[in-house]
């Protein structure tokens, strides 16, 4: 394979892991024939409208209310869409959320729940316990997110101070009957943390959570701190209320990553769809990885799963991002490698920014455009100083999720 332009094909297998997760390519072959009776169709998440839409391609109009993030929403006959905020929650996605359950709460025997989850449904389904108000919710959300905690110890704090959340939603169905269609944005694909699994059932618990704030060192109002000194009422996975659901992962990672090394006719080195860590030090190990394989190529080393970034500086950046700038200060303008990394999500951290390229070229555009790459590493401004370069990937909404996309090309 003659690689022309290596950003280009970077571009291209990212593209392609974004398609083969697009839900009007692939959810309608795992929808059952529509059900007699009463159907509501209900869900939350980036890709949650995109999903609606291919149902109701597949069903016709249907009654159902899908709660997205602003700039997600897609046309639907039947389902009502409403956009709300992600990754700190708001108002409107409180409103609708309360809605949301009054609607469950009307169903019974003989009904039909179609439930439709991807990632941002933790942000988007916002229903705080007694006593936290949403004000206080937001600030813990915010503090997780500038934590550097792994997306399951955050959810596991999210769900002990939700009504919605571990399994609740699943709850307030019974006993109607539901089948819960997932997209994975979590390391694991484990359906508990998809949005903090709102239809699965929870085994943790309040202690569980007030450990992940501690391990963290987040600091929490009063209030936060009574709630779960009260308990909370997520729901225990041999609950009956959660007889009548079904959880079906339709969408992975793994998928993507596999579609994205089909696309070429030489060596791939899969190294896992589930990474975790600090963004910064994956990219010090991908970067060593990479070094070592220079005079091998080509060769494409792929990896998904979700970084972190613990909060250091006030920059604007996202793990995408802070990945390939540390890559590139760790590869020290190397020929021969490019990398991309981006969220699939077209959204990396709070940014409406996909992610960053990396080239032998990026540490010398930067200096010649008066940016310092160490600097911006150490003010977590990823962002701003790709923008600067021209390096960035924007996208827009891509409509689904499942997680980051990051691929290194060694030629």
Not at 387 to 403: A, F, R, S
């Amino acid at each position: 394979m003659t690689i022309d332009d290596p950003i280009q094909l970077l571009r291209d297998l990212f593209d392609k892991a974004v398609e083969v997760a697009d839900p009007m390519q692939s959810l309608a072959a795992h929808l059952p024939e529509k059900p007699e009776g009463r159907v509501v169709v209900i869900g939350a998440g980036k890709a949650s409208a995109r999903m609606a839409e291919a149902v109701e391609a597949a069903w016709g109009p249907c009654e159902g209310l899908v709660i997205t993030r602003y700039g997600y929403a897609r046309p639907c006959q039947g389902i009502e869409i409403v956009e709300a905020a992600h990754p700190v929650p708001d108002a409107a996605g409180q409103k609708a959320t309360e809605r949301l359950l009054d609607l469950l709460s009307g169903l019974g025997e003989g009904d039909y729940v179609l439930a439709l989850i991807s990632g941002g449904a933790s942000a988007l389904l916002t229903a705080p316990v007694l006593g936290v108000s949403l004000a206080e919710k937001q600030e813990v959300n915010a503090a997780l997110l500038a934590s550097g905690a792994p997306i399951d110890r955050m959810n596991t704090v999210r769900k002990h101070l939700s009504r919605v959340k571990g399994g609740q939603l699943a709850a307030a169905a019974h006993p109607a009957e539901m089948l819960a269609l997932l997209i994975s944005d979590v390391p694991g694909d484990d359906p508990a943390y998809i949005g903090s699994g709102p239809t699965v059932g929870e085994a943790s618990t309040p202690a569980d959570a007030r450990a992940v704030l501690d391990n963290w060192k987040i600091d929490v109002p009063d209030s936060v701190t009574a709630a779960l000194a009260k308990g909370s009422s997520v729901v225990a996975p041999d609950d009956g209320r959660l007889a009548t659901t079904t959880n079906h992962l339709y969408a992975a990672p793994s998928q993507s990553l596999a579609a994205a090394a089909e696309m070429v006719d030489f060596e791939v080195r899969q190294l896992g769809d589930a990474l975790e860590g600090e963004a910064r030090d994956v990219a010090a190990e991908h970067a060593k990885l990479a070094l070592s394989l220079r005079g091998q190529g080509p060769l494409l080393l792929l990896s998904g799963g979700e970084l972190t970034v613990t909060r250091r500086g006030n920059g604007v950046g996202g793990p995408n991002a802070e990945y390939c700038l540390a890559l590139a200060l760790a590869l020290e303008g190397a020929e021969g490698i490019y990398a991309l990394s981006c969220d699939t999500d077209g959204v990396d951290g709070a940014a409406e920014v996909a992610g960053a390229v990396v080239t032998p070229d990026t540490l010398a555009k930067a200096r010649a455009a008066g940016v310092d790459p160490a600097q911006a590493l150490a003010e977590n401004d990823a962002h701003s100083f790709f923008e600067k370069i021209d390096d960035q990937v924007v996208t827009g909404p891509t409509l689904t999720n499942v997680n980051d996309f990051r691929a290194i090309l060694v030629l």
